[in-house]
C-alpha cells in the first residue's frame, strides 16, 4: 500500500485542483477568515464573462482539466452561480462548489447546484457542538444550517468534503467531530491549520509539539474516515514515519516523542469507539503544495500559489493562467525544493513535504523560508535506510516539477496583491 499518492500529471504543466474565489461578500465573520469577507460584492469582482473566460482557461491546460471550486465568500451570493456551474460542465471542467453555512444554503439550491452539474461540495464544521461551531464562526444558527446541508447533499448522491479548522478553541474537541463526519457519511474530512493571514492572524497559534500530536491523530482516524490535512503538508511525513514504524513493529509514542495532547486525543477518539477502523486502509495524502499541483484565483482575478499565500504571480485578466503557473518565477520557484531555506531545505522530506509556504510567507514574510509549525530535525528519524527505499520514487516527481530556478529577487517575493 502506498505511503504517499503522486500526482498523476507533471506539476509543472497542469495543477491537480484550482481554487476560484467567486467573491468575498458573507454575512459570516469567522473568526479564522482569510478574506477578510464583507456583506456586499466588491464591484471589481470577474463578472460572468471574465468568470467563464477563466473556466476556459482552466480547461485549456488539457484534459482531465484540474479540479475547478467555486469559493468565496459565499459563492450564493453570485446570481450567475448555477450558469457557472453548468458553463463549467460544458467546457469538460469538472466544478465543485465550497459555500459558507449560511441561510441561502437551502435545500432547494442545493438541488440546482446539484442539477447544474456540481460534482461536489465543501463544508467546513469547526466545531462538534452549535456553541464551538457557531461562536467561531461568529452568527447562530450555522450549525443547524451545515448539517441540514450536509444530510441533503448527501441524500442527492453529492459527494461532501468536510473541512475543519484546527485552532485553539476545538483542540480537544476533535475526536468528537470525527464522530459526527463517521455518522454522517463524507468522501473526505480534511483538518486545516491555521494560516496567520486575514483575521487569522489574531487566533492563537500551535506549538511544533501539538501540530504533531494533531497530524499522529489525524493518521490515527484515517482507519476510521477517510481524512487528509490542508495546510500540513508534514503530515506526508508523519505518514511516511508511521509506515516505517508499523513494520518495523515499533511503538510510534516513544518513537516521534508524542504528548499529552496526543493521548488526550487517542483516549478520547477510544471512548467515541474511533479506534474500532472500519476502513481497510488509510487514504495516502496527495503529494500537492502552494504552485506545485494547487493555484488560487482572487476575486479579481489575481493569481497565487494559495489562498494564504496573498504574493500575486499576475492576473488572468491580462495573462493565461497556464502561463502564469507554468512559468511565473513565484510558481516556478515554489516547485524547485533546493530553494527552500532553514530546516526545510536541509531536511531528508522536502521533496514530498515542502511544508506549508503559507504558513512559512505569514509568519516570517519568506516564502521559502522553513515551515515555523514543524519541529522536525533534519536526518533525526532512526530509520533512515528503510525511509530511503520510501523516498525512492521521489527523484522522479522532482523531474516531473522541472529543474531549479534562480531565486526571485526579495523585492519581488516581497509584493503584495495588488488588485486591480
Known amino acids: 500500500m502506498r505511503a504517499i499518492r503522486r500526482q498523476h500529471q507533471n506539476v509543472a504543466d497542469k495543477p491537480f485542483i484550482v481554487i476560484w474565489e467567486s467573491t468575498r461578500a458573507c454575512p459570516l465573520a ?27 482557461q482552466v480547461a485549456s491546460f488539457g484534459q482531465p482539466a484540474p479540479l475547478f471550486v467555486i469559493t468565496g465568500g459565499d459563492p450564493f451570493q453570485r446570481p450567475d452561480l448555477l450558469e457557472l456551474i453548468a458553463y463549467g460542465e460544458e467546457a469538460g471542467v469538472r466544478v465543485a462548489v465550497s459555500p459558507s453555512g449560511t441561510p441561502t444554503l437551502t435545500p432547494d ?42 444530510d441533503t447533499a448527501r441524500a442527492l448522491g453529492m459527494k461532501v468534503q468536510i473541512n475543519t479548522t484546527v485552532a485553539r478553541h476545538n483542540l480537544h474537541d476533535l475526536p468528537d467531530i470525527v464522530r459526527l463526519v463517521a455518522d454522517h457519511g463524507a468522501m473526505l474530512w480534511s483538518a486545516f491549520f491555521l494560516v496567520p493571514t486575514g483575521r487569522g492572524r489574531q487566533l492563537g497559534v500551535l506549538t511544533a509539539a501539538e501540530t504533531e500530536d494533531v497530524l499522529n491523530f489525524v493518521y490515527d482516524v484515517g482507519l476510521t474516515v477517510p481524512a487528509k490535512t490542508t495546510e500540513a503538508h508534514h503530515f506526508r511525513r ?42 481497510r486502509a488509510r487514504r495516502p495524502p496527495l503529494d500537492v503544495n502552494a504552485g506545485r499541483g494547487f493555484v488560487f484565483v482572487s476575486h479579481t482575478g489575481t493569481v497565487h ?43 531528508e522530506f522536502r521533496r514530498i513535504c515542502g511544508g506549508s509556504r503559507s504558513r ?8 521559502f523560508a522553513e515551515e515555523p509549525w514543524c519541529g522536525y530535525r533534519p536526518g533525526s528519524f532512526p530509520h533512515q535506510r528503510e525511509l530511503a527505499a520510501l ?18 529577487p526579495a523585492a519581488d517575493r516581497a509584493q503584495r496583491q495588488e488588485d486591480s
Open 360 to 367: 512559512a510567507y505569514g509568519v516570517t514574510g519568506d516564502p
Open 30 to 56: 469567522c473568526l479564522h477568515c482569510r478574506a477578510e469577507a464583507v456583506p456586499d460584492r466588491d464591484p471589481r469582482e470577474l463578472d460572468t464573462a471574465a468568470a467563464r473566460d477563466l473556466i476556459r
Open 238 to 279: 508523519v505518514a511516511l514515519q508511521r509506515k516505517v514504524l508499523a513494520d518495523l513493529g515499533e511503538d510510534h509514542v516513544a518513537a516521534l516523542g508524542l504528548g499529552p495532547l496526543y493521548r488526550r486525543l487517542r483516549d478520547r477518539a477510544a471512548e467515541l469507539g474511533l479506534d474500532s477502523g472500519g476502513r
Open 391 to 408: 523516498l525512492a520514487g521521489g527523484a522522479a516527481a522532482e523531474h516531473a516539477a522541472g529543474p531549479a530556478v534562480p531565486r526571485p
Open 109 to 150: 439550491r442545493l438541488r440546482e447546484v446539484h442539477a447544474a452539474g456540481a460534482v461536489g461540495l465543501s463544508l467546513s464544521l469547526d466545531g462538534s457542538t452549535a456553541g464551538l461551531h457557531d461562536g467561531f464562526r461568529g452568527v447562530p444558527g450555522v450549525y443547524r444550517w451545515t448539517l441540514d446541508a450536509w
Open 305 to 347: 500559489p494559495s489562498g494564504f499565500l496573498p504574493l500575486g504571480a499576475g492576473s488572468v485578466r491580462r495573462t493565461p493562467l497556464t502561463s502564469i503557473y507554468r512559468t511565473s518565477p513565484l510558481f516556478t520557484g515554489l516547485r524547485a525544493p533546493d530553494m527552500l531555506g532553514g530546516r526545510c531545505g536541509r531536511c
